[in-house]
């Protein structure tokens, strides 16, 4: 199964990911999608729903934040926020000790509910100037 990725409430994009691990050729698909956000117009924030998903390897995170500072490196200030809900209290807490450490220029958050993390999101968004469409309100 691949991961979900539903755009219809641009500037807030959402991402489901699978409760299998993804495949090598899934998670650079994965890369790759997050990776052309930054090539849209406007500020954007990404919502990805990992509750099902099993934790990624130490290796997969690693390439996933290289990847996205990159890519923030390129496009400064064009992701307004990042959050990501995780079902349990342990890897909310990994990915917060993770991002005190990196100290990524973008705005990153575990949640564990997706209401709590849209509602970050697009206060996020309107702090960053973009417009917060109906589309992107709470599902």
């Known amino acids: 199964m691949v991961p979900r990725y539903d755009d219809s409430s641009w500037p807030l994009f959402r991402v489901v990911l699978p409760e299998e691990e993804l495949s090598e050729q899934e998670f650079a698909e994965l890369t790759d ?41 390129r496009h400064p200030g064009k992701m307004a926020g990042f959050a990501v809900v995780l079902r349990s209290p342990l890897q909310r807490g990994i990915f917060t000790a993770i991002h005190w450490i990196v100290r990524p220029r973008h705005e ?14 697009r206060s996020r968004l309107r702090a960053a100037g973009a417009e917060v469409t109906a589309a992107a309100a709470p599902r």
């Open 33 to 73: 999608t997050l990776d052309g956000l930054f090539l849209r117009g406007g500020k954007f924030a990404v919502l990805m729903d990992a509750r099902a998903a099993p934790p990624l390897a130490a290796k997969r995170r690693q390439v996933l934040g290289a990847r996205g500072a990159a890519a923030y490196e």
């Open 108 to 121: 990153a958050r575990a949640f564990s509910t997706l209401a709590d993390a849209e509602e970050w999101l």
